[in-house]
């Protein structure tokens, strides 16, 4: 698994192992949505059409960036209904990115609920590098 | 975990966290809990957090802890501070919480449970296709641009205008359901685009409906002056300000941590960002807040008629011969400014509560006139499989915690643990064979919320009226449970 959970009395959090950013960003993305619904059945059921979302944001840092990422997954979650399904990094730097994305439309009567998830918090939320390559953990407001 | 933290004895309900604890703490943490129930709250970090919330500039007496404590971002849940805006005081988003104004308000019905419990499936299967819950549902009430603006100004004064309830509602809700200052102009574009689609939804978690019935009058005068006795069906709901108060918080946390450098604040965890009251900053976060705590009010107004609707319709009965009337609307995340005495002088704090009720004592100005002389109705949700609390207010709350009580249960065991322990369909089984009918959008959703999940809120419900902060008036028990 590239990514998993962890304990949080009240709320959910999340832990991504990952060899480079894009796998990062998309792993994280990844574990989002199926913390929201069963991504895996939504990719199987092969839904279509999929609808394009772009991305593009800069900030001062990789804490940074992660941390706008996941609450722009949650922004386009909660007002668009989108779960990401294909990612295409045009750019990913520890300060920049640049994405374009697939989406299906989550539908609540069709599709699996999981979480609704209010926020993404800054508690105990880090991302680092190591030899390995980086580490991620957030914990999610449920 | 807090393990290490010292607590010295002060009573059997009542354990202080010295100001020596930590450098940098302004005030001693009060916390209230039996010996009970401490090893189980000394397993997470919430007692590093109210050695934490110690260090907000402006803070007054104690950071305090109610014995539904448990861990939090910032704030403990069950975590109250107030600041003197006068000497410096701040206010932090995280002492709210992103759930702006998430509640409960309390229904009283005229039927029994004889009359509920022969059709009490159908009744659930009712207001569960009624009433919107769970991830990305939609409400029906479709709200413009002009009007969610409108909305957020008003609160449920807003939802009475527009054909949502009585004028009668608005006196039996904390601050009339509606908190002065709110502006539309502090809120962002993000915030009204989660919001849009909101209004009338129950969401998710721990938010639930509960159909329940009165089964100890604890106070037979009090719980009289409520209209309530022994086997009287009640109806409980627990919802916030959905979407809308979530990106409030967000974009206020962000602004706020921007403002510690700024006003050279010295946190020890950054989801307790703050800014002083007076700041621009901190009018911001306030302007925002209030219109999330309105938007809170109109949403619970909103489904309570919704949920009237669905009786209505069910029982074929009239609204009048229902009785279904709100007894009162709680929040339990929320900063307000209220005027308490302190060492012999009158102040108005802020006062932040953070999976906290408000608790005032009989004869407030704030409380309307049919509950001055009862003091005001506190309402505590347990869990789905145990009891819920109508207490009321003391004078004692309000010289010892600012007006405050519990909030509910609080939780004993993570989402995780919850999930390994059963499985969604056993836990709904195991309850029918109680009698209680659930139904929810997700298994998951009820293995995470199940009874053993919480602590027992009659152990936390005893430790308040133990110390003094609230009297208790009633206890009733869940028959049916709708969640998202």
Known sequence: ?142 | MSGQIPLIKLDDQRWEIPVSYKKGMRVPGLVFADEKSLPKIRTDQSLEQVANVAFLPGIVKHSLAMPDIHWGYGFPIGGVAATDPEQGGVISPGGVGYDINCGVRLLRTNLTEADVRPRLRELVGALFSKIPCGVGQSGEINLGKKEIRQMVREGSGWAVRHGYGSAEDLSCTEAGGCLDGADPDAVSERAYQRGMDQLGTLGSGNHFLEVQVVDQILDAALASKFGLETGQVTVMIHSGSRGFGYQICEDSLDATRHALTKYKITVPDIQLACAPVHSPEGKQYLAAMRCAANFAWANRQCLMVLTKQVFEHFFQRSPTDLGMDLIYDVAHNIAKFEQFTINGKTKVLCVHRKGATRAFAPGNSELPEQYQDTGQPVIIPGDMGRNSYLLVGTQQAMEETFGTCCHGAGRAMSRTAALKAAHGSSIRKELEARGIIVMARGEKGIAEEQPAAYKDVNQVVDVVSRAGLAKKVVRMRPIGVIKG
């Open chain 1, 1 to 142: 698994m590239p990514y998993e959970t962890f304990e949080h009395t009240a709320d959910i959090g999340l832990r991504i192992r990952a060899k480079d950013l894009n796998r990062l960003f998309q792993d994280a993305a990844e574990g989002f949505f199926n913390l929201v619904t069963d991504l895996d059945a939504i990719q199987k059921s092969r839904p279509s059409p999929l609808h394009e979302i772009e991305m593009n944001f800069q900030e001062e840092n990789v804490e940074e960036l992660f941390m706008r990422w996941l609450q722009e997954l949650l922004f386009v979650f909660s007002t668009r209904k989108s779960v990401f399904l294909e990612y295409r990094f045009i750019s990913l730097t520890p300060m920049l990115l640049k994405l374009k994305a697939k989406a299906a439309r989550f539908d609540p009567k069709q599709h699996v609920s999981r979480h609704e998830i209010k926020a993404v918090t800054f508690h105990q939320f880090h991302v680092v590098q190591d030899l390995a390559g980086w580490l991620a953990e957030v914990i999610f407001d449920i």
